[in-house]
C-alpha cells in the first residue's frame, strides 16, 4: 500500500498526504462484529480529566478483534481486507468452514481468498497462528501473547513485526520492534508475518482539522503560560524554560526520563533494554 498527494489548490494540501487503500477489497464492515465505542474525552468515572488533549473526532464503531484465535484446527477462508478507524493496521475479515465470521489483523501479503489457521500443525504462511515453540527459528511474527491464552499484546501496529531468535528451555527469545531482547513462554501464539499498511509511517495529516477528527484538542505551550500554571511559564518576552531541561506540567524531566518501576516483575524477562 503506498500514499497518494494533493495538487496544492489549497495551503493544507500541499502537505497533506492520505493512503491510497490499494489493499482494501471490502468497504462496508461486519455488523455482527461491530460494537459501540464510547468517547469518554479524557475522563474518568468522576468526569475529572485525567488524560488531556482529548475530545471531539468523528464518531466510530469498533470492530471486535480476535486476539486469541481459539478456533484451533480449523481453516478459516479471507473474506476481504478492511479499513479500521481504531488502528494503524487494516484488517482482514475471515470466514471458518462452520460459517463464523471473525476479524484478524491482515498481515503483508494476505489477499481475498486466502486460507489461515491456528493450529500446531500449520504452514509457515502470514496469517497463521502457532505457538511459539512450534515456529522455526528466524520467523518474522506479530500479535504475540505475554501469557498463553490470554491474547496477543505485542507487536500490533501497522508495519511492525518481531523476530523469534532462539529457543531455550520453556522460554523463547524476541527481539522486538524497539530493539529490546524479550524472554516470552514458549506456549504463548503468535501470528506468522509482518503486519500490512506498513507505509501508515509516511501519512502527512497536513492540517489543524485532520487532528481533531482523530479526536486530539489543541495543546498549548508551557512557554506561553504562566508560572503557575507550567515550569516552562514566565519571563519576560520570549524566555528559555528556566531548568536543566525541558519539563512536564508537573516537573518532571520531559525528554529521556524513565519511568519504568524498577522493581517490575517483567524485569527478569527482559535480556537488552531497547535502543
Same mark, same amino acid.
Given at each position: 500500500m503506498g500514499t497518494k498527494k494533493f495538487r496544492p489548490i489549497t495551503p493544507s494540501l500541499r502537505n497533506m498526504s492520505v493512503s491510497d487503500f490499494s489493499e482494501i477489497t471490502k468497504k462496508t464492515p461486519e455488523k455482527s462484529l461491530l460494537t459501540v465505542k464510547k468517547e469518554k474525552a479524557g475522563r474518568?468515572?468522576?468526569?475529572?480529566?485525567?488524560?488531556?488533549?482529548?475530545?471531539?473526532?468523528?464518531?466510530?464503531?469498533?470492530?471486535?478483534?480476535?486476539?486469541?484465535?481459539n478456533k484451533?484446527?480449523?481453516?478459516?477462508?479471507?473474506?476481504?481486507?478492511?479499513?479500521?478507524?481504531?488502528? #494503524?493496521?487494516?484488517?482482514?475479515?475471515?470466514?471458518?468452514?462452520?460459517?463464523?465470521? #471473525?476479524?484478524?489483523?491482515?498481515?503483508?501479503?494476505?489477499?481475498?481468498?486466502?486460507?489461515?489457521m491456528a493450529s500446531e500443525k500449520a504452514d509457515i504462511k502470514p496469517g497463521n497462528c502457532m505457538k511459539l515453540e512450534n515456529i522455526p527459528v528466524g520467523t518474522l511474527v506479530h500479535n504475540i501473547e505475554i501469557n498463553p491464552n490470554?491474547?496477543?499484546? +505485542?507487536?500490533?501496529?501497522?508495519?511492525?513485526?518481531?523476530?523469534?531468535?532462539?529457543?531455550?528451555?520453556?522460554?523463547?527469545? +524476541?527481539? +522486538?520492534? #524497539?530493539?529490546?531482547?524479550?524472554?516470552?513462554?514458549?506456549?504463548?501464539?503468535?501470528?506468522?508475518?509482518?503486519?500490512?499498511?506498513?507505509?501508515?509511517?509516511?501519512?502527512?495529516?497536513?492540517?489543524?482539522?485532520?487532528?481533531?477528527? +482523530?479526536?486530539k484538542r489543541p495543546e498549548v505551550r508551557g512557554s506561553a503560560m504562566n508560572p503557575v500554571d507550567h515550569p516552562h511559564g514566565g519571563g519576560e518576552g520570549k524566555a528559555p524554560v528556566g531548568h536543566a531541561g525541558p519539563m512536564t506540567p508537573w516537573g518532571k524531566p520531559a525528554l529521556g526520563y524513565k519511568t519504568r518501576a524498577k522493581h517490575k516483575k517483567s524485569n527478569r524477562l527482559i535480556t537488552k533494554r531497547r535502543k
Open positions: 474518568n468515572a468522576q468526569g475529572k480529566i485525567t488524560v488531556r488533549h482529548q475530545g471531539g473526532g468523528n464518531r466510530q464503531k469498533y470492530r471486535i478483534i480476535d486476539f486469541k484465535r484451533v484446527d480449523m481453516e478459516a477462508t479471507v473474506v476481504g481486507i478492511e479499513y479500521d478507524p481504531n488502528r #494503524s493496521a487494516n484488517i482482514a475479515l475471515i470466514k471458518y468452514e462452520d460459517g463464523t465470521m #471473525s476479524y484478524i489483523l491482515a498481515p503483508k501479503g494476505l489477499k481475498d481468498g486466502d486460507k489461515v490470554q491474547g496477543a499484546k +505485542l507487536v500490533r501496529v501497522a508495519g511492525q513485526s518481531a523476530q523469534l531468535m532462539a529457543k531455550e528451555g520453556k522460554y523463547a527469545h +524476541l527481539r +522486538l520492534p #524497539s530493539g529490546e531482547m524479550r524472554l516470552v513462554l514458549a506456549n504463548c501464539k503468535a501470528t506468522i508475518g509482518v503486519i500490512g499498511n506498513e507505509e501508515h509511517e509516511n501519512i502527512k495529516l497536513g492540517k489543524a482539522g485532520k487532528t481533531r477528527h +482523530l479526536g
